[in-house]
């Protein structure tokens, strides 16, 4: 139902900050909850973070607190996830994820998917 599309990675150095963006497409975007995984290189999917539809909740992941933000502009239909302070860990294909009712960091509760985006960073 809402076709999601991830930007704004690439190879960073430690240390170094990246601004992820998700377009959504799709005229209720605004009444679903918004989430961010990741999968980094042989391992499994990850939480990152997610945000209530109205922005009034956000939750995060132990390993990104205070480094990694989450926002929305429901009048853009986009998602941003500013992420500072870069570690060789975060390194992950970065996914975006719509569709459930309640900001969750359980995936298999989203069935809106974006494609992904590379985030490499270097030590």
């Known amino acids: 139902q809402v076709q999601l599309v991830e930007s704004g990675g690439g190879l960073v150095q430690a240390g170094d900050s990246l601004r992820l963006s998700c377009a959504a497409s799709?005229?209720?975007?605004?009444?679903?909850?918004m989430g961010w995984f990741r999968q980094p290189p042989g391992k499994e999917r990850e939480s990152v973070a997610a945000?209530?539809?109205?922005?009034?909740?956000?939750y995060y992941a132990d390993s990104v607190k205070g480094r990694f933000t989450l926002s929305r502009d429901n009048s853009k239909n986009a998602a941003y996830l500013q992420m500072n302070s870069l570690k060789p860990e975060d390194t992950a294909v970065y996914y975006c994820?719509?569709?459930?009712?309640?900001?969750?960091?359980?995936?298999?509760?989203?069935?809106?998917w974006g494609q992904g985006t590379q985030v490499t960073v270097s030590s």
């Open positions: 994820a719509a569709g459930s009712p309640v900001a969750t960091l359980a995936h298999r509760l989203y069935d809106s």
């Open positions: 945000i209530s539809w109205n922005g009034g909740s956000t």
């Open positions: 799709g005229r209720t975007f605004s009444r679903y909850a």
